[in-house]
């Protein structure tokens, strides 16, 4: 079984100032990871997907995330935030090749302050 | 592109009622499911379906259940609302079956 560790609830952090969101994953099989990002009162979306070959992915909005294998993590980075990056942002992997069931981590909430 | 499409968007329901969610997605996407996300708990897979007339449980079953008569409609039926079903549901498609998911906008349903 797979499953998904967000090692921080809460990211305050000031605009212009650089963030990462870490998150750890367990599997005994490959897998593929993703991070979401739920903006207020909406669903999710996807921000980045790692699926194979380089192992720093970009997304959308300027962030990046980067598969370590070794260590099992898929942390979230941006370097510089703006007020809109404020939002939910979850960590999910689904075992390759034999899917429907994607697991989320808890999520962390990002809170940029002026 | 109308995407997925949830209703309704707020509920509140008394103890023991019964009512129906409803999701439609027009991507012509075989893989459907339907979520809840409770505070500091992530989203749990409550059903999923792989195509019209097959569906199959998730995580947390228990107290739901669903149909998938055409590609485009995936309803969560709650038979017997109690206060634990307080949450906000999701339906999402994706186009594989391990691929990104594509969420509605969420249904936020008290039960009291």
């Known amino acids: 079984a797979q499953s998904v560790t967000q090692l921080d609830s809460q990211v305050p952090v000031f605009e212009e100032a650089p963030v990462e969101l870490r998150c750890n994953y367990s599997?005994?099989?490959?897998?593929?990871l993703f991070w979401y990002v739920q903006y207020p009162n909406q669903g999710l979306q996807l921000l980045l997907k790692y699926l194979s070959g380089s192992t720093l992915v970009k997304g959308i909005n300027g962030f990046e995330a980067e598969f370590n294998k070794s260590q099992t993590s898929f942390h979230l980075r941006k370097p510089s935030v703006h007020i809109s990056d404020t939002a939910e942002y979850f960590c999910?992997?689904?075992?390759?090749?034999?899917?429907?069931?994607?697991?989320f981590g808890a999520g962390t909430r990002l809170f940029v302050k002026a | 592109n109308a995407g997925v499409t949830q209703t309704p968007k707020f509920r509140i329901l008394k103890i023991g009622q019964s009512m129906t969610l409803q999701c439609t997605q027009d991507m012509n996407h075989n893989y459907m499911y339907w979520y809840r996300q409770d505070p500091g708990m992530g989203l749990k897979l409550i059903y999923y379906s792989v195509g019209a007339g097959i569906t199959d449980k998730g995580e947390v079953p228990n107290g739901y259940n669903v149909s998938r008569s055409t590609t485009e409609d995936f309803p969560l039926r709650l038979e017997l609302a109690a206060p634990s079903q307080t949450s906000v549901y999701f339906c999402a498609s994706s186009y594989t079956w391990d691929g990104e998911l594509f969420f509605g906008s969420g249904t936020q349903l008290s039960v009291l």
């Open positions: 599997s005994s099989v490959s897998v593929y």
């Open positions: 999910a992997v689904i075992r390759r090749g034999g899917g429907f069931k994607t697991i």
